[in-house]
């Protein structure tokens, strides 16, 4: 019985369907890789060069390595290992679209040139990676929701540390709540950071760290930073983050409260950073 088991075991894990793992930046892609892991499901990563961290290996079945805008070797690898699923985990560093080697840095293959000059209508994030979405189907590869092996991580609604606003920070919030939905849906950015009702700094190109830390010099102390979702939220790929980075950047810019879109961003390493926000005396809450 035992040995039958094992030969089952051994079938079923074989004919077990692979996922195939778009890897980014930042913590996401190894938490989902280690999700994915925990759900016993195979995945077959692709790395970008300069991009993702080399730690993931420890948790996917294969890790292939591309240059940021190689879609068509992506595609390769993806059919080379049968994948019909795939998640996009993680960030780019998007100053890079303006160095001054960018053409050497990105090595573009064709597919991507072709994507980029014909069917890229606007160069914001959603219609760059709805694009990729869609190159990837045609080639039979569906993109998955990004949070399917973590739904965990997602922020929930109300109060999730141990200090809570104070009645003038959530004046803050209400106030600025809407101006940052607008800013998101205008593709600006998806964080402001407010003082006394006034909006002191808004994510750019730059990025939230960024964003927060000028925001910091600005407002000296108790700081209120907001980040959202965009409008057209896609759960595949447009999903915000924050983490034990964004804590430490909010210490160091003196900020008292962050509030998060529930159930649309990420709460990277979910109890380690929440711990960390009460050892800062910061204030996180989910609306």
Not at 124 to 151: C, F, K, M, W
Not at 172 to 177: A, H, L, Y
């Amino acid at each position: 019985m035992f040995i039958m088991s094992k030969v089952a075991e051994l079938l079923q894990n074989n004919f077990m369907e692979k996922l195939g793992l778009i890897a980014g930046n930042g913590r996401f892609p190894i938490l989902f890789a280690k999700g994915a892991r925990d759900n016993k499901v195979p995945v077959i990563a692709v790395g970008i060069f300069n991009e993702t961290s080399p730690e993931i290996e420890q948790y996917v079945d294969k890790l292939y390595w591309i240059g940021v805008a190689q879609i068509g070797k992506l595609i390769k690898i993806f059919k080379d290992e049968h994948i019909t699923k795939a998640v996009m985990a993680g960030g780019l560093t998007k100053t890079n679209m303006f160095s001054s080697w960018r053409n050497l840095r990105f090595l573009p293959d064709l597919r991507t040139i072709n994507l980029w000059y014909r069917n890229v209508k606007k160069r914001d994030d959603h219609s760059l990676l709805g694009a990729v979405a869609d190159e990837l189907l045609r080639d039979g590869i569906e993109l998955q929701n990004s949070t399917l092996y973590v739904p965990q991580l997602l922020a929930q609604k109300g109060i999730l540390t141990k200090r809570q606003p104070t009645e003038k920070e959530m004046e803050n919030i209400q106030f600025g709540w809407p101006i940052a939905k607008e800013i998101a849906r205008l593709g600006i950015g998806q964080c402001i950071v407010i003082k006394e009702k006034v909006i002191i700094a808004v994510e750019a190109l730059e990025g939230t760290d960024e964003a927060i830390r000028r925001g910091g010099s600005l407002g000296k102390s108790d700081i209120v930073v907001i980040k959202v979702s965009k409008h057209d939220f896609d759960p595949r790929f447009d999903i915000p983050s924050v983490g034990l980075e964004t804590i430490k950047t909010l210490r160091e810019a003196s900020a008292s409260v962050l509030a998060l879109e529930a159930g649309r961003t990420l709460i990277l390493d979910i109890e380690e950073t929440i711990e960390a926000a009460d050892q800062a005396n910061i204030a996180i809450i989910g609306l």
